[in-house]
């Protein structure tokens, strides 16, 4: 009976040091599906609520990278700065982040953000980086382990970035074109595109942008390979809106579809009776400030290809609208920088029109 009572104790006490062991072998993977199943989760949360408060913060910014033509780079880091109080992080109110300013390459030449001072390219667009990290000694340090504490990670690092630039667009939005539209040889000539940042070719006579007569018959345009060009064109989706009417309509209503680079658009450089010259003049610089609605509008460049019928757009220009004369037969204008934001998207050349803030990265 002892031996019997002996060799059971014996047994259970040999299963529980086996037991011991494979618990003593498997801990530590144990403890590695507890980092799965709890750490990771909680980094990814936390990591996803930065790069929320990072992209806010750059988008908040980036809204002054061009307004009215000249990025004002002061005002955009404050923006974003204040931004970041806006979101929480685990929490708690991010204190620290790394603000800075200057050209984002839209062909992707160079990569990252080219920092001030430098003279941009064709291709650069004011952009703002917003860097966030928990690491030590930055925003409470970095980002506590439960159970990976037990494998000898206390903690992780986490770091975001955010840019966002303001930059032309590729399509504009329905109801937003002009019935107005430039040769591509009219914005090479009166478009400074090389200035920082780009800007209307300056009149030396007046210190002024340069101003043009679109429709004129005394107005020569610009000439390319033995083609006169008009200074500009009117413009519609389609040749059945070229009409007195139709452009009067729209001289208020705009071109009722959205319209893209490469797509085509009809232009007309023909002369059209006296009200359509009056509609935009009642609307132009010419008129009392609160009934100025078309004194900056957006308009379609088109390719040197056709002066009358279907030419591909290559961008969009923003135009100040002076007056419109109908006994004369021309609209006067002169290119500018002080179009608003109206609706758009993609990435197009910047010829004075600018859409809203986006994340490049």
């Not at 002054?64 to 002061?74: K, Q, R």
Request: charged residues 10%; positive net charge; glycine residues 10%.
């Amino acid at each position: 009976m002892l031996s019997s009572h002996w060799r059971r104790g014996s047994a259970l006490h040999g299963e529980r040091g086996v037991v011991s062991i494979l618990f003593a072998l498997l801990l530590p993977l144990l403890l590695g599906f507890g980092a799965l199943a709890v750490d990771y989760p909680y980094l990814w949360v936390t990591r996803a609520q930065m790069q929320t408060t990072a992209d806010a913060a750059a988008m908040a910014g980036g809204r002054y990278l061009g307004e009215g033509g000249t990025p004002n780079w002061t005002t955009a880091t404050a923006q974003a700065q204040a931004m970041l109080a806006s979101n929480l992080v685990d929490g708690k109110v991010i204190t620290d982040a790394s603000i800075q300013t200057g050209y984002w390459d839209t062909s992707g030449n160079h990569l990252g953000l080219q920092l001030l001072p430098m003279t941009p390219a064709k291709t650069d667009v004011p952009a703002i980086r917003v860097s966030i990290s928990r690491s030590i000694d930055q925003n409470t340090g970095e980002i506590k382990t439960f159970f990976a504490n037990f494998l000898g990670i206390a903690s992780l690092p986490v770091a975001v970035t955010a840019v966002a630039a303001r930059a032309g667009p590729s399509t504009m939005g329905a109801n937003v074109l002009f019935p107005l539209a430039i040769p591509q040889c009219m914005y090479d000539n009166y478009w400074n595109a090389s200035s920082t940042p780009p800007g209307p070719k300056i009149d030396p006579s007046t210190r002024k942008s340069y101003v043009f007569q679109l429709g004129s018959k005394t107005y020569a345009g610009c000439n390319i390979k033995g083609t006169s060009f008009p200074a500009g064109a009117w413009a519609a989706a389609t040749s059945a809106d070229i009409s007195s009417s139709s452009l009067t309509t729209l001289v208020t209503t705009r071109i009722g579809q959205s319209m893209s680079i490469g797509e085509e658009i009809f232009v007309n450089s023909g002369n059209f009776s006296n009200p359509l010259y009056a509609a935009v003049n009642n609307c132009s610089a010419a008129a009392a400030t609160v009934k100025q609605t078309c004194r900056y509008v957006t308009v379609a460049v088109f390719d040197n290809v056709a002066t009358t019928g279907y030419n591909k757009i290559t961008g969009f220009a923003c135009m100040e609208i002076l007056s419109g004369n109908g006994p004369s037969k021309y609209v006067e204008a002169s290119m500018s920088t002080q179009c608003p934001i109206n609706p758009s998207s993609g990435i197009g050349p910047s010829y004075g029109v600018s859409g809203p803030p986006k994340l490049f990265l």
